[in-house]
């Protein structure tokens, strides 16, 4: 069974650079693209983007200029970094993996690590 | 951005009673449509994709439906552990968004 991790620092100061992994168990990262999702306090779920294992990316035009995603294929993992962080980038953030790049659907689901932007 | 409005935003509920949550699409995403359950310290988990489709071990009682752009998920019978948030999800047009949840309470 796919299990997903979500590690990174809790506590991020503003204009600092957000890095967060993603850890896969279970299975491969290979084959699949892995979604990046952050939920802001009281808001909505936010879809920041997608990187597929071969290294193809798809963002979220918000967060585009300050986000990179990347794949590791030997260590199992998938990181996220976004740059100049503001408080508004408190969230929690998730990742998740998809089938396909369009119309599919994400499982599993990671548990979430919370990220707070503060100085 | 393809916007998705989610109703009711909470609801409380009885064990047994029936309950269905609705989400609107601001325009056609054809049937691309995803409910996901979210639970206190567990991930979210799929439960219907593809607008109506169950995922394989979800209980018979979570069923769901869309007309046009609307998108309806019907749990027929309340049991203890469907007390949980729940998210509808569009993946037809990029940023794919996601609504604004609905939180199912024990009354």
């Known amino acids: 069974q796919v299990q997903l991790q979500e590690s990174g620092p809790g506590l991020v100061k503003p204009s600092e650079t957000l890095a967060l992994t993603c850890t896969v168990s279970g299975g491969s990262v290979n084959k699949y693209y892995w979604t990046w999702i952050r939920q802001p306090p009281g808001k909505p779920m936010e879809w920041i983007g997608y990187i597929f294992y071969s290294g193809t990316t798809n963002y979220n035009p918000s967060l585009k200029s300050r986000i990179t995603m990347s794949v590791d294929t030997s260590r199992n993992e998938v990181s996220l970094k976004l740059n100049s962080v503001t408080e508004a980038d408190t969230a929690v953030y998730y990742c998740a993996r998809d089938r396909s790049a369009w119309g599919s659907f994400l499982d599993p689901w990671g548990l979430g690590t919370q990220v707070t932007v503060s100085s | 951005d393809i916007q998705m409005t989610q109703s009711p935003s909470s609801l409380s509920a009885s064990v047994g009673d029936r309950v269905t949550i609705t989400c609107r699409a601001t325009q056609s995403i054809a049937t691309n449509l995803n409910w996901y359950q979210h639970k206190p310290g567990q991930p979210p988990t799929v439960l219907i994709y593809a607008a109506s489709i169950v995922q394989s071990g979800v209980p018979s009682r979570f069923s769901a439906s869309a007309s046009g752009t609307e998108f309806s998920l019907t749990i027929s019978s309340l049991q203890p552990e469907d007390f949980a948030t729940y998210y509808c999800?569009?993946?037809?047009?990029?940023?794919?968004?996601f609504g604004q949840g609905t939180r199912l309470e024990i009354k």
């Open positions: 999800h569009q993946t037809f047009g990029f940023p794919f968004t």
